[in-house]
């Protein structure tokens, strides 16, 4: 039966059926009925939908008629955004629905973003050209009759099917863009997309989480993403990270629009992962997949085809609603399916076994998609047999036929023959002997334990142009290495003759080999005789080298290859080495991106004209990598003169805009800065996340506020608590005696942490790209600066944001506000820094480009960085690694890094020395981490870290002591975490006598609790979260916070418990403080608490 899992903010049915009353006893039917049409006539059924001239809001609100849909309403005129602000939060849709002023001229979106754009308001002076920039293949625009746009010659008029009183358009899709249907792109095994326009990775398109791959060791959390028709499909572990023991994985098939991200749906697929192919296996291990997993899901056009489960038949389902259409009788057991020239081929196990030698023998049928008619059966036939680890892991086995399929025939290899079988019958029209597993030298003694157990004789098949090269591969006999050499056969596609055979290689890391078709050419790596480090481009008739690329600069680096397969479009081939390095198939010039990195056994999708790139579970240099899914495009080459114009925007002096309390705050200083104040996030730019101000241990609920949704954690100063209300793009601040809300400030976007509180003053951040200065007292606008060089929109976790969102911690030192914008160094053009005065917005100095823009060498580890919150001592401003100059925003230093692998455990990263900074040593008095402030996953293998050595997922810290919430204790492999058994750690270090080389710890306390916030206020350290339980029918409900959580008081001196507190809701991430001798938390469920003497409740 069809389940719909939803988004994060669910539309239940009886908030939809709320609405839905609402609408129609206000006179909102219109605008409903209006929609409904709209979508009806337009067949968007999901993705972001804009609005353009979207006046009171109403149909703009009435346009998000399901959760795939995330809509945005432009206007030029201030009131009415404002108007259609208040009519949406009135719904309880502000967020996925919202609303911002532009200038009537240019679309702030990036290119091919949208779905749908409706054009109903007067005064919208858009080009037809920005139109179809903004518009992704295949959107529709709507022109309500007497709008009219100019030069829409970029645009498909559409008469048929345009709604009454509306003129629709389409945006064509281009034959330059390409999907990615199969595992290797398509049923003939060739691992290469003909799509142009995908190039070096130079823009965010769109964000998802979840942020990390669940875990390095364990099976990996991705088995496949295809893409056909403007979505993206893929089966992954939502699982919490590094967890082992008796937490089972949490696997889900996704869909999103390929080019802007929205959730479209999501069903379970049951049966799937470690617990399901090798239940006798611990879970760590490291390549439990079974090799031909990713062969199990397919898209084509508006259709996909997948096993949802292990052992479960092949189910057809709608692309566009994720409904079953049909499941396929007869086809349990199926490794994998094949869509080629209208008809589905499946390999199909005979029997599920277990024996690891006997793999049961498989079948090869030939199935009508549409009725679901088996049209012929061919086999059974022998199962390859796996000698690598995969194949020795207890895995149960379902057999292996590799097939790939090209011109008529469907082509199978088994562990001795290559066979070709028509398409229209499945007769064998050839059958060759493959040829063997050759041992050097002819000694099979030679071969190492270590070869033997990582080799595969599973070889690579593909068909191009009439001719089947298959790549058999030889048994190593050393120490595993990247690259394998192989014997290349190429035979006739008709008969079998063997045309040629060439002995190559393949540079890759436990995955199957490599071959490409490209540009008329067969392209492989050089065997060592013949140059161990170049690309061949092959004739394809006669095995000749036509061309090659030396590759030795990215393929002579320390590392291994990754552990995934290569790809190509028809300009780059896309090598694994070090992360995804771009290899110029015309004249041989490299890109190297160590800050990307593909996902173990998958890797990378190039398909859309962008690069996808899931999620991985590496930590060799977190300060630079992306942790996600995300989608990037090249370089912008937008045809729209309007876009090229606001390349040179405003000066700092016009991004800037002044409020009505401009110019009435008092200037001179607050005659007190009150110690007992937490007037930032972690209290202060060290990010302490400690106060002088004890807090009694024994506490009671003092008051709660009920905001709603998903909030930010507080801050506290004179007398205020305030925070960010994340989905409603507000900054909140309530009385602190009684929870009152006395003000709400809207903004355009979402904040990530809270806002900062400075004399008279809130400074916030935020994901539009611009910082908020608020008057304290009521909330009025001071000024407002736009950080972001220009407005151009993204995507990110199915909200708008823009290219360069803005932190909410705004960091205040010296009088000096200090301000970035941007995502990463190597994306939009960097990471933008400033220096602004708090009471005007004067920007007193700033830095265009940060750092590093483009990787310049390939074992460079150091070069650029990943946005993260600014922290400072005083006389240095860090983020990540990097120390920068407070006057002058220069780099100054580099943090050292070392690595947590247990091959190269401590040792300093490499080539440091080339950037000619000085480099820190091991022990540094402020608090960082490779994954950022904000990373709320506890991934295992990166954590804070403070003084060199306190590896803690939580830390706070004054300047004699230091505590840290430990879930392991280290950060290298085989980092697990069991849960329900003996507790995490909580941990209380002596800071003053420890050293670089050994860390003083003063106690360990084992707590059964997973906490999410910490806070040290005095002789007290506060400990929150959800408790350490494992309830066996719902094994994941202490995760998500279904069995409530605790508050632990615990003494710093010694780490005793002194009191413990239930709670109904974990807190946010970091959402708990102290201050004026109360404890102020914010919770998942949407609430504000006071812990202190009194009780009271308030309600909004």
Not at 150 to 176: A, I, Q, V, Y
Not at 900 to 907: L, V
Not at 936 to 963: I, V, W
């Amino acid at each position: 039966m069809f389940r719909f899992i939803s988004s994060r903010r669910p539309i239940t049915s009886v908030i939809l059926g709320l609405v839905f009353v609402l609408h129609t006893q206000t006179g909102y039917a219109d605008e409903q009925q209006q929609a409904r049409q709209i979508l009806d006539a337009t067949g968007v059924q999901g993705g972001l939908i804009v609005h353009l001239g979207c006046g009171d809001g109403k149909l703009t609100a009435a346009l998000r008629t399901t959760e795939s849909h995330v809509v945005q309403g432009l206007d030029t005129d201030e009131e009415n955004v404002a108007g259609a602000r208040e009519h949406i939060r009135k719904l309880g849709l502000y967020g996925p629905v919202s609303v911002a002023r532009f200038n009537g001229e240019r679309l702030p979106y990036a290119d091919n973003l949208a779905n749908l754009i409706v054009v109903s308001g007067v005064g919208v002076q858009v080009s037809g050209d920005e139109v179809a920039r903004v518009l992704a293949p295949g959107g529709v625009a709507l022109l309500k009759h007497g709008v009219e746009i100019p030069d829409t010659r970029n645009l498909t008029p559409e008469t048929s099917s345009s709604p009454p009183g509306w003129t629709k358009f389409t945006s064509p899709r281009p034959d330059t863009i390409d999907d990615w249907t199969h595992w290797l792109h398509a049923a003939d095994g060739n691992p290469v997309s003909s799509d142009t326009v995908v190039d070096l990775p130079r823009r965010v398109q769109w964000f998802a989480k979840p942020t990390w791959s669940r875990s390095h060791e364990k099976s990996p959390s991705l088995t496949g993403m295809v893409s056909a028709r403007g979505r993206v499909f893929y089966i992954s572990d939502e699982g919490p990270a590094s967890i082992g023991g008796p937490v089972p994985d949490k696997w889900r098939l996704v869909a999103r629009d390929a080019f802007n991200g929205v959730l479209l749906w999501k069903r379970p697929v049951p049966d799937w992962g470690w617990q399901a192919w090798s239940p006798k296996q611990p879970m760590n291990l490291r390549w439990g997949n079974p090799r031909f997993i990713h062969r199990r899901l397919v898209a084509v056009e508006d259709r996909v085809y997948v096993t949802l489960g292990y052992s479960a038949p092949v189910t057809a389902m709608d692309a566009a609603t994720g409904k079953t259409i049909r499941v396929y009788e007869d086809t349990e057991n199926t490794s994998e399916i094949l869509y080629h020239d209208g008809l589905l081929v499946f390999s199909v196990a005979t029997e599920l076994k277990t024996e690891i030698k006997n793999a049961p023998p498989l079948k090869v049928l030939a199935i009508d998609p549409s009725s679901g008619k088996q049209l012929w059966e061919a086999g059974p036939f022998p199962s390859l047999y796996d000698l690598g680890e995969r194949g020795k892991s207890n895995v149960l086995k379902q057999g292996r036929l590799m097939i790939a399929a090209g011109g008529d025939h469907v082509y199978c290899v088994t562990e001795k023959e290559i066979l070709a079988l028509g398409l229209d019958d499945g007769r064998a029209a050839w059958t060759v002997v493959r040829p063997p597993a050759v041992l050097p030298r002819g000694d099979s003694k030679k071969v190492s334990a270590a070869a033997k157990k990582m080799f595969t004789n599973l070889g690579s098949v593909m068909y191009h142009d009439g001719r089947v090269y298959f790549a058999q591969p030889y048994v190593p006999t050393g120490k595993l290495v990247n690259s394998s050499r192989m014997t290349l056969v190429c035979l006739s596609a008709e008969t079998g003759e063997e045309e040629w055979r060439k002995i190559c290689a393949d540079w890759s890391y436990t995955t199957n080999l490599n071959v490409y078709a490209i540009r008329g050419m067969i392209w492989a790596h050089a065997d060592a005789k013949e140059g161990q480090y170049d690309f061949l481009g092959l004739d394809p008739a006669t095995g000749e080298v036509k061309i090659k690329h030396n590759l030795a600069s990215i393929l002579t680096t320390r590392h291994h290859h990754r552990c995934y397969r290569n790809r190509a479009t028809e300009k780059f081939l896309l090598v694994g080495k070090e992360g995804v390095e771009y290899v110029n198939l015309e004249d041989g010039a490299i890109h190297p991106h160590r800050w990307l990195r593909g996902m173990c056994l998958y890797g990378v999708m190039p398909a859309n004209g962008l690069l996808y790139v899931p999620p991985q579970a590496c930590s060799c240099n977190p300060m630079t990598m992306l942790q996600g899914y995300w989608a990037l495009a090249a370089a912008g080459k937008s045809k729209s003169r309007t876009v090229e114009e606001s390349k040179s925007e405003q000066g700092a002096e016009d991004r800037l805009e002044r409020g009505p309390a401009y110019g009435q705050i008092d200037n001179r200083k607050s005659a007190i800065e009150n110690p007992h104040d937490w007037p930032m996030y972690r209290r202060d730019p060290l990010r302490s996340g400690a106060t002088d101000t004890t807090v009694p241990a024994r506490l009671r609920e003092r008051w709660q506020t009920t905001i709603g949704g998903r909030l930010t954690g507080p801050v506290a100063a004179g007398g205020r608590v305030y925070l960010g209300s994340r989905d409603t793009h507000e900054v909140v601040a309530l009385d602190a005696t009684d929870g009152t809300v006395v003000w709400r400030y809207g903004m355009r976007g979402d904040m990530d942490t809270p806002p900062t509180v400075y004399q008279g003053m809130v400074l916030a951040g935020c994901s539009d790209g611009w910082v908020y200065c608020l008057r304290v007292s009521d909330g009025s606008l001071i000024w407002r600066f736009r950080a972001a060089p220009l407005e151009r929109y993204v995507v990110a976790e199915d909200r708008l944001e823009s290219a360069w969102p803005v932190h909410g911690s705004v960091l205040i030192l010296n009088d000096i506000a200090y301000v970035t914008a941007g995502r990463s160094s190597f994306l939009d053009g960097g990471i933008r820094f400033y220096m602004l005065r708090p009471r005007t917005g004067e920007v007193l100095n700033e830095k265009e480009k940060t750092l590093f823009t483009e990787q310049t060498d390939q074992e460079a580890f150091y070069e650029g960085v990943t946005s993260d919150l600014l922290a400072s001592d005083g006389d240095a401003l860090f983020m990540r690694h990097l120390h920068m100059d407070p006057k002058t925003l220069e780099l100054t230093r580099l943090g050292w890094w070392g690595f947590t692998g247990p091959e190269a455990k401590g040792r300093d990263y490499p080539y440091l020395e080339r950037h000619g900074l000085p480099v820190s040593d091991k022990r540094y008095t402020y608090l960082r981490s490779g994954q950022g402030f904000l990373d709320d996953s506890l991934y295992g293998r990166t954590q804070f870290h403070l003084d060199g050595g306190e590896a803690c997922h939580l830390l706070c810290f004054n300047r004699q002591r230091s505590y840290g919430f430990q879930m392991s204790t280290h950060a290298g492999h085989f980092v697990f975490f069991t849960p329900g058994d003996k507790g995490y750690s909580i941990l209380g270090f002596d800071r003053e006598r420890s050293t670089e080389k050994k860390i003083k710890a003063l106690w360990q306390q084992k707590l059964p609790l997973r906490a999410r916030a910490m806070v040290l206020a005095g002789e007290n350290l506060f400990v929150s979260g959800v408790p350490d339980r494992i309830v066996p029918d719902d094994p994941l409900a202490s995760f998500e916070g279904r069995l409530g959580a605790e508050l632990h008081a615990l003494s710093a001196s010694d780490g005793t418990t002194l009191s413990k507190t239930p709670l109904d809701s974990p807190p946010v991430f970091d959402g708990l403080i102290a201050a004026g001798r109360q404890l102020f938390m914010t919770t998942q469920d949407g609430r504000v608490m006071c812990m202190g003497i009194e009780k009271r409740n308030k309600e909004l």
